[in-house]
Nanobody
């Protein structure tokens, strides 16, 4: 059974930090590219950060560059998102996604974790 389980969300003040984790099971984690997405109320889901299967290539949304860091551990089958200098506009539900393939795309989503940045 494929599972992606996010954790680490919560309430934090502006300027604070949070570390999100995504634990994978039920599939070969090391051959999947991984991403963090987020969805704020009334907005579309957006890509936050992406890391390739071996971790050799990383991309970030412009809005989080310099503040967020994505990483993965293919032995532990986990992915993390270190979020620093958080802003109220970072408030959203954060989701992890696993994806592989080009013609036939296979993807899995987690259930999401709430991040709220507020004073």
């Amino acid at each position: 059974q494929v599972q992606l389980v996010e954790s680490g969300g919560g309430l934090v003040q502006p300027g604070g930090s949070l570390r999100l984790s995504c634990a994978a099971s039920g599939f070969t984690f090391s051959i999947y590219a991984m991403s963090w997405y987020r969805q704020a109320p009334g907005k579309e889901r957006e890509l936050v950060a992406h890391i390739t299967s071996a971790g050799g290539s990383i991309d970030y949304a412009d809005s989080v560059k310099g503040r967020f860091t994505i990483s993965r551990d293919n032995v532990k089958k986990t992915m993390t998102l270190q979020m620093n200098s958080l802003k109220p506009e970072d408030t959203a539900v954060y989701y992890c996604k696993a994806q592989r393939g080009v013609v036939r795309i296979v993807e899995y989503w987690g259930q999401g974790t709430q991040v709220t940045v507020s004073s």
